[in-house]
């Protein structure tokens, strides 16, 4: 089944103790996104990969970082939360070549910072 | 990058009725998507429309789009409680093709 995999879904955590969020995706998609989600601001991108080893910011990059070694995974590290990345992220991928854009998400990954 | 804009933020009506949703952007567009959200889950593609097509169908849903007003809709016919989600249009504009994303339409059907 074609599925983008976050992990974990649910943490709790407290600041400045590192951790990461997984995702993977098992449709050799070449493009693969994160967004955070808050309540009444809507889904905003933190960063973006276009292809293996390429990988720029969005709109919300501060705090974050990524990497993209392989294809399928792209997992978002937040080297020190804080309190203000409490969210909701999503991570996504897509296929360019297809010339449609068409995003698929995780399921989401809910993040408590203490 | 821009985002569409979403109108109205938050929509109520009866199971039956049908639901609009309105979506402005800023600038040219490649194609435009409508995805919806339930509530705290992934969102998922509902459908896309071409900067070249003015309307397009897909079940119970239909979309417009209006390049020379920067305006698209998304109706949902015959709305059933299960349609309670948020909607989110997404221009995709530029060489990537990727969509960018709004706050969103909160949609409540009541039974």
């Known amino acids: 089944e074609a599925q983008v995999t976050q992990n974990p879904r649910y943490l709790i955590t407290v600041t400045g103790k590192k951790l990461t969020v997984t995702c993977s995706q098992n449709?050799?998609?070449?493009?693969m996104s994160w967004y955070r989600q808050d309540p009444g601001l809507g889904l905003r991108q933190i960063y973006y990969s276009m292809n293996v080893e390429v990988t720029d910011k969005g709109d919300v990059p501060e705090g974050y970082k990524v990497s993209r070694k392989e294809k399928r995974n792209f997992p978002l590290i937040l080297e020190s939360p804080s309190p203000n990345q409490t969210s909701l992220y999503f991570c996504a991928s897509s296929q360019r070549t297809t010339n449609t854009g068409e995003l698929f998400f995780g399921e989401g990954s809910r993040l408590t910072v203490l | 990058s821009q985002q569409g804009e979403e109108d109205p933020q938050a929509l109520s009506i009866q199971e039956g009725e049908n639901a609009t949703m309105n979506c402005s952007y800023k600038t040219s567009i490649n194609n435009l998507q409508w995805y919806r959200q339930n509530s705290g889950r992934g969102l998922v593609h509902l459908i896309l429309i071409r900067s070249n097509e003015r309307e397009k169908h897909s079940g119970r849903l239909r979309v417009t789009l209006d390049t020379s007003k920067k305006s698209s809709s998304l109706l949902i016919t015959a709305s059933r409680a299960a349609d309670t989600a948020s909607y989110f249009c997404a221009p995709a504009s530029g060489g990537s093709y990727i969509p960018t994303f709004g706050r969103g339409t909160s949609l409540i059907v009541h039974p």
């Open positions: 449709m050799n998609h070449e493009y």
